[in-house]
């Protein structure tokens, strides 16, 4: 499982002109789900990514406060390109991608294990639609999570 996060001031996404998905203050989950990935990975990361301090203290104290301790938001966008291989040739290699039945199951998974940690909104793509993403990254962070 491999995660793309970023922290944002605001993100959305879209799909055939209507926005889908939309957050203000949090970070943006890019998710790409590989073939053999489970839900205890999921889990995993899913309690990493409520854990981490990226946001900083009122006080001013840098990486200080976690998506909870500011009530951020989420917004998780499936990427099954970031099981892309590019070892041999010019053409990506997405083989290792998880079926689309497989992925959506743990896609869908990750994101109410999000809200069963207490994230304030979650919000999500499309699963399997062509995608436009936009975002306002913070900082910039943008942090990349595997397991």
């Known amino acids: 499982m491999r995660i793309v996060l970023q922290k944002v ?3 959305s996404v879209t799909v ?34 409520v854990k981490l301090r990226l946001f900083d203290s009122k006080e001013g104290k840098i990486n200080d406060q976690s998506i909870l301790d500011i009530n951020g938001n989420i917004l998780v966008v499936s990427q099954f390109t970031l099981a892309g291989r590019l070892e ?17 199951v743990l896609y869908e998974y990750f994101i109410r294990k999000l809200e069963a940690l207490g994230v304030q909104t979650v919000e999500s793509g499309e699963f ?4 436009d993403v936009a975002l306002r990254n913070d900082g910039p962070v943008t942090l990349i999570l595997e397991r």
Do not use: C, H, W
Request: charged share 25%; net charge negative; proline share 7%.
């Open 9 to 11: 001031t605001e993100a």
């Open 16 to 49: 055939n002109g209507e926005v889908v998905g939309q957050i203000d203050r949090g970070y943006l989950l890019f998710l790409g789900i590989i073939r053999g990935d489970t839900s205890a990975q999921a889990e995993l990361l899913a309690e990493k990514i």
């Open 128 to 131: 399997g639609a062509y995608m």
């Open 88 to 104: 041999k040739g010019n053409r990506p290699d997405f083989t290792p991608a998880a079926p689309p039945e497989d992925a959506k």
